[in-house]
């Protein structure tokens, strides 16, 4: 059984450009949630989505950043125009559909880096 | 901010000996989850320790949970030069959606 995946693992983008990172739950799980982890930080949530809608999109800048995860594959979170303060790590988790969330299946991450 | 927050930011020990990192956290929770994360990688679960739970072991892994001070230790004994890694507490609050993480604990275990 696959882990959690994320495409593509490191991504270079100028300034201005799009940047659209991919994220693959666990085989029967419909929860997935992303969060960024800026240099020597935690990481932060921003989004969570269950099939076809968002549930919680709190942690997510109002601007440029939208997140998607349409009935039939991936997770897409999508940062337009993107800037230097952009530049992080971008992990996605997934859960089961269970009442109990408690545990949340950590992907290996996409690098962003904005020149 | 109701993020956890480790202690120390940063550790340094030989091959062998005990590590212990601490988190702090604010508010109410129903468990507190411990990750590694290996420099450059993802996130992966070590152990969950739940609010009515005082400690918990998983291997060289050690948990406990103090809720009336809101705080966790996590302690690694014989530590590996493969324990080398950064050791984050994650808090769920109860009924939500998002996990809170702390800046996490550097851990350099040299051979």
């Known amino acids: 059984n696959a882990g959690v995946m994320q495409n593509p693992r490191h991504l270079v983008r100028r300034r201005g450009q799009e940047a659209r990172l991919r994220c693959s739950p666990m085989?029967?799980?419909?929860?997935v949630y992303w969060y960024r982890q800026l240099p020597e930080e935690g990481l932060k949530f921003m989004v969570y989505l269950q099939k076809e809608n968002i549930i919680d999109e709190s942690g997510m800048p109002k601007e440029r950043f939208s997140a998607e995860f349409p009935k039939e594959g991936p997770s897409i979170l999508r940062i337009q125009q993107v800037v230097r303060g952009d530049s992080a790590a971008y992990f996605c988790a997934s859960s089961p559909p269970s009442s109990s969330r408690d545990t949340q299946y950590f992907g290996p991450g996409t690098r962003l880096t904005v020149l | 901010s109701q993020q956890g927050e480790e202690d120390p930011q940063a550790l340094s020990i030989q091959e062998g000996e005990n590590a212990t990192m601490n988190c702090s956290y604010k508010t109410s929770i129903n468990n507190l989850q411990w990750y590694r994360q290996n420099s450059g990688r993802g996130l992966v679960h070590l152990i969950l320790i739940r609010s009515n739970e005082r400690e918990k072991h998983s291997g060289r892994l050690r948990v406990t949970l103090d809720t009336s001070k809101k705080s966790s230790s996590l302690l690694i004994t014989a530590s590996r030069a493969a324990d080398t890694a950064s050791y984050f507490c994650a808090t769920p609050p109860g009924g939500g959606n998002q996990f809170y993480f702390g800046t996490g604990t550097s851990l350099t275990v040299i051979p």
């Open positions: 085989k029967g799980h419909s929860h």
